[in-house]
């Protein structure tokens, strides 16, 4: 029989996010970890929350943690995956401390089915003196933050079975003392390549990498910052696009050679960029095809001088095929922009027919999900309709009203493939996704304004759809990156206001203000190709959206 469990993860001694993506693939080897008395053991990761970084609670002088939450699905016993859980802490390297005490990771199980389970004998242990033994649901689930949001992320209307409240009602009714730090969402991100000399010790999963950097961002909805107490910081970040091609829209043929791709990415350190976005394939209207051969020999030898300089940069590789981004990443990648989120460039209108396991669209999928989990880098998945400059038509969202149907079209599309990426056996974890929401593809001029006006909404708490199939925003709570960067809709705009047509370089005032409209909108990252320009442009927007907390 197959059982439905949560489960609770997190780390505060060594490479947290190492020590917590170690523990998820040991999971999914029980058989290994337990040993050949467990041959029928059968153990899946279905869903994860996202991460964050919260201050130690209990024990308050310590480093802060690492918490996420994961579904699984197993035939394991309760008593057989608490064994398989302590086997697992002490893997990563979990060593006996003081109760609530710093650990290189825990593991706790929180729900089990819709079971009460208690095996404490009389006189039953204290709650704090549990070793042993196992109370289910979690007995101190009501009262932490650190638990009750990540099962939010998840399972948000499941119902405690003794209780009898939904994980959300439980975590709305926690309060938030103003001096105690709020939780934050991070992204981790990896070494890519590893280091020559890394060695790992389990043969039974793929390697894990160790962590190059981690970004923080709000663990809150934007649109309720108003109703939120606490002091947060939130800033957004600066994507510098680096086009190594002869035709991209804008700035074809200026960095297709690798002097000139490292002084760009010279440029855009010292502009603060956060991280380089290297494409080797226009994505423009009409733009000339390249077969994966040619792109990765764009890409490629470029990612590697910059990785070589620039070790602490953060590089992601903009395509949609799985082939390209693998030897990006080996080649030091570590992230994957996708405008096609997963399921190619044919895949609109996308429909569940599509991904049947013969389908171009599931093998990419497939693929593309395989290599995030393999090297556990962070993703960005883009809402688009194929060519960028045809599909425009959002009239079958027109119910959603005025002025929203675009976001609406872009919630429920893009979120379909987002579901399907992160949720069921080898989803991506969903603490390394980032949303898009394609500002310049198959949107009108109205469409692109309506979209930066209210980018907030596109990740907002909201219900989306209509009649019987009105469900939760599946975007809800996903940070985003925003690319207006020298667009056609500006020039439009432009040519509209004062009857001049402008070339996309001219467009950099225009850029400026719809990176500032980004910013106020709350977006992790915004696509730029004017790294130094419009880095003092996200500097005083930045400041600007602190002062209006």
Not at 108 to 128: A, F, G
Not at 147 to 168: A, C, E, G, T, Y
Not at 233 to 241: D, E, H, P, Y
Request: net charge negative; hydrophobic share 45%; glycine share 6%.
């Amino acid at each position: 029989m197959v059982h439905t469990v949560a489960l609770a993860l997190g780390s505060n001694l060594g490479d947290r996010f190492y020590n917590l993506e170690l523990a998820l693939r040991l999971l999914e080897v029980p058989r290994s970890v337990l040993g050949s008395k467990d041959e029928d053991a059968s153990l899946v990761v279905v869903n994860t929350s996202f991460m964050y970084e919260t201050a130690p609670m209990y024990v308050t002088d310590q480093p802060s943690f690492i918490n996420c939450a994961c579904m699984i699905e197993t035939n394991l016993l309760p008593i057989e995956l608490l064994k398989l859980i302590k086997l697992i802490e002490s893997m990563v390297g979990r060593v006996p401390s003081i109760r609530n005490g710093p650990r290189a990771v825990d593991l706790d199980v929180i729900l089990y089915d819709n079971v009460v389970i208690d095996t404490r004998q009389s006189p039953r242990k204290e709650l704090d003196d549990l070793e042993g033994e196992l109370v289910i649901p979690h007995p101190r689930l009501a009262e932490r933050e650190f638990v009750l949001r990540p099962l939010n992320d998840m399972i948000p209307d499941f119902m405690h079975p003794v209780l009898h409240r939904k994980i959300s009602t439980l975590l709305a009714a926690l309060a938030f003392p103003p001096e105690i730090a709020p939780m934050q969402k991070v992204i981790p991100f990896p070494m890519c390549p590893l280091p020559v000399d890394y060695a790992f010790p389990h043969t039974s999963i793929d390697v894990v990498p160790p962590t190059l950097t981690y970004w923080t961002f709000p663990s809150f909805c934007l649109a309720a910052r108003k109703k939120f107490e606490r002091p947060i910081s939130c800033r957004t970040r600066l994507m510098a696009t680096l086009n190594v091609t002869p035709d991209s829209f804008s700035d074809g043929a200026t960095h297709n050679t690798l002097p000139a791709a490292l002084a760009y990415a010279q440029d855009a350190m010292a502009a603060c960029a956060s991280i380089l976005d290297v494409g080797g394939y226009s994505t423009r209207p009409g733009a000339a095809f390249v077969s994966p051969e040619e792109e990765i020999a764009r890409v490629e030898p470029c990612i590697a001088e910059i990785r070589a300089a620039y070790p602490q940069l953060p590089i992601s590789v903009d395509t949609f095929r799985p082939a390209v981004a693998r030897a990006a990443v080996a080649a030091g990648a570590n992230c994957i922009n996708d405008v096609y989120a997963f399921t190619g460039n044919g895949s609109y209108p996308f429909t569940e027919d599509m991904l049947q396991a013969d389908s171009a669209p599931q093998q990419c999928m497939a693929e593309m999900k395989r290599i995030s989990r393999e090297f556990a880098v962070p993703v960005v998945l883009m809402h688009s309709r194929g060519d960028a400059g045809a599909n425009k038509d959002c009239a079958a969202y027109e119910y959603a009203g005025a002025g929203n149907a675009v976001l609406e079209a872009v919630r429920i599309e893009l979120g379909a493939k987002v579901d399907r990426i992160v949720k069921g056996r080898g989803g991506v974890r969903r603490w390394l996704v980032i949303v898009d929401p394609g500002i310049g593809f198959s949107k009108t001029l109205e469409g692109n304004l309506e979209v930066l006006r209210d980018a907030a909404g596109i990740t907002a708490e909201v219900y989306v759809g209509t009649g019987s199939v009105r469900e939760l925003n599946s975007l809800s709570g996903y940070p985003q990156l925003i690319g207006p960067s020298r667009k056609s809709f500006l020039g439009a705009i432009l040519e509209k206001a004062s009857g001049r047509k402008t070339e996309p370089k001219e467009r950099q005032w225009a850029t400026a203000t719809a990176v500032a409209c980004a910013v106020q909108q709350g977006a992790l990252l915004v696509r730029v190709h004017d790294a130094r320009e419009m880095g003092d442009v996200v500097a005083v927007a930045n400041a600007l959206w602190q002062i209006s907390w």
